[in-house]
């Protein structure tokens, strides 16, 4: 099978992000709205340049290797690089996508790199460019079955990438909404507005990368109604890019190491929801959504 070579679409991609990020601060000055914190954005930016471009290379290096030899000795089959294939891991990519996503909203092991990327308290172009710097190196467990099933490594890597680069559109104010049909399959800002926000009801909602149809299938959907309130529920208040990034592992290490508990709370800390306590007295994002009900 001749395997093409596909460049590094994240790279090709930064003009395009650069280029948009200047029309919507452009677009904000001239509104005078209040969409951007300037020490804000040189945080998601800062995190977007060492997650994505330096720390993203080693990861994927990783990631690659691991790909590679699942697809080398254990696929169960051969997808050719045809149009179809490109179809179908369009949608099988996108898949693992939402339940890694979600996933991430649900176990605080996983939490403690995503909530990298929910810790603005804004909404514009440059929180798309606020992430993990850690989550590269193990979350991509939600794709192995790809390669098993048959997908070239190139090929996954190629459809994570442009799932990675179709969601930093969304991450804007100044689009209300798509029209109808787009709305009904497609994430949108107006779905992923709804995710970023804190609003009760709002809460662990709508997963999705590229099709807000799962989030649709499998009951995770809302749409947006109110205002959002972005940010967490307990807001970090700081812009050191150090602190941003490893915060939430910290206080994690604490509690499995150092909180007086049995062996098996300590572990259940790890896999539990954020806010879960040992003791009874953590909040849940369902007891929040509950609450407002």
């Given at each position: 099978?001749?395997?093409?070579?596909?460049?590094?679409?994240?790279?090709?991609?930064?003009?395009?992000?650069?280029?948009?990020?200047?029309?919507?601060?452009?677009?904000?000055?001239?509104?005078?709205?209040?969409?951007?914190e300037?020490?804000?954005?040189?945080?998601?930016?800062?995190?977007?340049?060492?997650?994505?471009?330096?720390?993203?290379?080693?990861?994927?290096?990783?990631?690659?290797?691991?790909?590679?030899?699942?697809?080398?000795?254990?696929?169960?089959?051969?997808?050719?690089?045809?149009?179809w294939?490109?179809?179908?891991?369009?949608?099988?990519?996108?898949?693992?996508?939402?339940?890694?996503?979600?996933?991430?909203?649900?176990?605080?092991?996983?939490?403690?790199?995503?909530?990298?990327?929910?810790?603005?308290?804004?909404?514009?172009?440059?929180?798309?460019?606020?992430?993990?710097?850690?989550?590269?190196f193990?979350?991509?467990?939600?794709?192995?079955?790809?390669p098993?099933?048959?997908?070239?490594?190139?090929?996954?890597?190629?459809?994570?990438?442009?799932?990675?680069?179709?969601?930093?559109?969304?991450?804007?104010?100044?689009?209300?909404?798509?029209?109808?049909?787009?709305?009904?399959?497609?994430?949108?800002?107006?779905?992923?507005?709804?995710?970023?926000?804190?609003?009760?009801?709002?809460?662990?909602?709508?997963?999705?990368?590229?099709?807000?149809?799962?989030?649709?299938?499998?009951?995770?959907?809302?749409?947006?109604?109110?205002?959002?309130?972005y940010?967490?529920?307990?807001?970090?208040?700081?812009?050191?890019?150090?602190?941003?990034?490893?915060?939430?592992?910290?206080?994690?290490?604490?509690?499995v190491?150092?909180?007086?508990?049995?062996?098996?709370?300590?572990?259940?800390?790890?896999?539990?929801?954020?806010?879960?306590?040992?003791?009874?007295?953590?909040?849940?994002?369902?007891d929040?959504?509950?609450?407002?009900?």
């Amino acid at each position: 099978m001749e395997i093409p070579e596909i460049p590094n679409l994240i790279h090709y991609a930064i003009p395009f992000f650069v280029i948009a990020l200047i029309i919507e601060v452009y677009i904000n000055a001239k509104k005078k709205a209040t969409i951007y914190e300037t020490k804000d954005a040189i945080t998601s930016i800062t995190m977007g340049l060492i997650g994505n471009v330096f720390i993203g290379l080693l990861s994927k290096a990783l990631v690659f290797t691991i790909f590679y030899y699942i697809y080398s000795n254990f696929r169960l089959f051969t997808f050719p690089f045809a149009w179809w294939t490109w179809v179908i891991i369009l949608f099988a990519e996108d898949f693992s996508y939402y339940w890694f996503h979600r996933t991430s909203h649900k176990s605080r092991f996983f939490w403690a790199s995503h909530v990298v990327h929910h810790s603005s308290q804004y909404y514009n172009l440059s929180t798309a460019l606020r992430q993990t710097w850690t989550g590269g190196f193990y979350g991509f467990i939600f794709w192995l079955w790809l390669p098993l099933l048959g997908f070239h490594p190139v090929m996954i890597l190629a459809q994570m990438a442009i799932n990675l680069i179709y969601q930093y559109w969304i991450h804007t104010e100044l689009i209300k909404k798509m029209p109808n049909w787009f709305e009904y399959i497609f994430n949108t800002p107006s779905h992923h507005r709804v995710h970023h926000a804190t609003n009760p009801q709002y809460l662990d909602r709508n997963h999705a990368g590229i099709f807000i149809i799962w989030d649709k299938l499998f009951g995770t959907y809302e749409p947006e109604a109110e205002k959002p309130i972005y940010g967490l529920v307990s807001n970090i208040n700081s812009f050191n890019p150090l602190y941003v990034a490893f915060h939430e592992w910290i206080a994690l290490f604490k509690d499995v190491f150092i909180t007086k508990t049995s062996l098996r709370n300590r572990i259940k800390y790890l896999f539990k929801p954020p806010g879960w306590k040992h003791d009874g007295t953590g909040i849940l994002s369902e007891d929040i959504r509950k609450s407002n009900q």
